[in-house]
């Protein structure tokens, strides 16, 4: 299984994130594809996810914070579910000296999302 974090926007209207994996041989219908690179010791200040996505770490380590101070480390190899699209938002730090090289995989509400909470998360 795939370590897979889920950010999402809570009753309140924080984002919060939740650890688990995506399955492997499950098929998710995706709508497009965009690849990027952000050089080491790059920060991105309070934002929302803009739309729903997959965000495949293909390297980098990176630090996130919710809006609750809540803290997660994505390592290469990682899966991000992006969903907190509608609430305070999130923010991110790069960790060491790799550049953060990843892929959005964008992908429409109705979509199973494919993410398995850990059963200590559930």
């Avoid at 370590?3 to 984002?15: E, N, P």
């Avoid at 914070?65 to 190899?77: A, D, M, V």
Wanted: proline share 4%; aromatic share 12%.
């Amino acid at each position: 299984m795939i370590r897979a974090y889920k950010l999402y926007t809570d009753a309140h209207g924080d984002s919060r994130f939740t650890v688990g994996t995506v399955a492997d041989r499950t098929l998710t219908a995706a709508t497009a594809i965009q690849f990027k690179e952000t050089p080491p010791g790059t920060f991105y200040d309070w934002h929302v996810a803009p739309t729903l996505q997959f965000v495949l770490t293909l390297c980098g380590t990176l630090e996130f914070t919710t809006s609750t101070g809540e803290t997660f480390t994505l390592r290469t190899g990682d899966v991000l579910l992006a969903t907190d699209t509608t609430c305070k938002g999130h923010k991110w730090q790069m960790l060491g000296s790799e550049p953060w090289r990843r892929a959005y995989v964008l992908f429409h509400s109705e979509a199973d999302m494919n993410f398995i909470p850990d059963e200590q998360e559930a």
